[in-house]
Antibody
Framework: QVQLQESGPGLVKPSETLSLTCTVS??????????WAWIRQSPEKGLEWIAT???????YFNPSLKSRVTISLDASRTRYSLKLRSMAAADTAVYYC????????????WGQGTLVTVSS | EIVLTQSPGTLSLSPGERATLSCRGS???????LAWYRQTPGQAPRLLIY???TRATGIPDRFSGSGSGTDFTLTISRLEPEDFAVYYC??????????FGQGTKLEIK
């Protein structure tokens, strides 16, 4: 059974960097059948794709966020991470990690999501 | 940048009725990369349909998808109580970018 679980702080101060980790179980990050993504959701912007990484460490970014985002694979190959720099109130959202089926480019498994609030 | 527009914004129907939800692209969409999700309050979106018309694992046959070009449709033939939720379409485009629609809320009439 594939499971994804986000972890990280629920509160970040303006201008700081958000760091989130997604722990994957029941599936291999090393598979070339799947890529691994971060998506966020806010009432203002709805669902917004942030970034994707594949088993080779190749990365893809939403152009609107690219300058502030880093996505990486953990050496354990069971986790991947997101860093979003220069956080602002507009970055307040529920952040999801999700698995991308490469052949069809959709998200077939999602984490439960973690609410990140930007506030001083 | 492709924009996905879903309509209606809110759809009020009764259990047992048929629901038709629309997703329109600002440019022609790849039917291979058009998916639909259902989201209930406090939960992550759940994949319903991918490749325009293929049901995801465990999705009942009352859900169907169709469309081509810029216009795509999700149809729920007979609404069950758990179907009253928010529905999103999603597309992956040639610019290596994923886009979501703004959602259609299906509410009980």
């Amino acid at each position: 059974q594939v499971q994804l679980q986000e972890s990280g702080p629920g509160l970040v101060k303006p201008s700081e960097t958000l760091s989130l980790t997604c722990t994957v179980s029941g599936a291999s990050i090393d598979s070339n059948t799947f890529y691994w993504a971060w998506i966020r959701q806010s009432p203002e912007k709805g669902l917004e794709w942030i970034a994707t990484i594949n088993y080779n460490g190749e990365t893809y970014f939403n152009p609107s966020l690219k300058s502030r985002v880093t996505i990486s694979l953990d050496a354990s190959r069971t986790r991947y991470s997101l860093k979003l720099r220069s956080m602002a109130a507009a970055d307040t959202a529920v952040y999801y990690c999700a698995r991308d089926r490469v052949r069809w480019r959709h998200f077939d498994h999602w984490g439960q999501g973690t609410l990140v609030t930007v506030s001083s | 940048e492709i924009v996905l527009t879903q309509s209606p914004g809110t759809l009020s129907l009764s259990p047992g009725e048929r629901a038709t939800l629309s997703c329109r692209g600002s440019q022609s969409l790849s039917s291979s990369y058009l998916a639909w999700y259902r989201q209930t309050p406090g939960q992550a979106p759940r994949l319903l349909i991918y490749g325009t018309s293929t049901r995801a694992t465990g999705i009942p046959d009352r859900f169907s998808g169709s469309g081509s070009g810029t216009d795509f449709t999700l149809t729920i033939s007979r609404l069950e109580p758990e179907d009253f939720a928010v529905y999103y379409c999603q597309h992956y485009g040639s610019s290596l970018r994923y886009t979501f629609g703004q959602g259609t809320k299906l509410e009980i009439k």
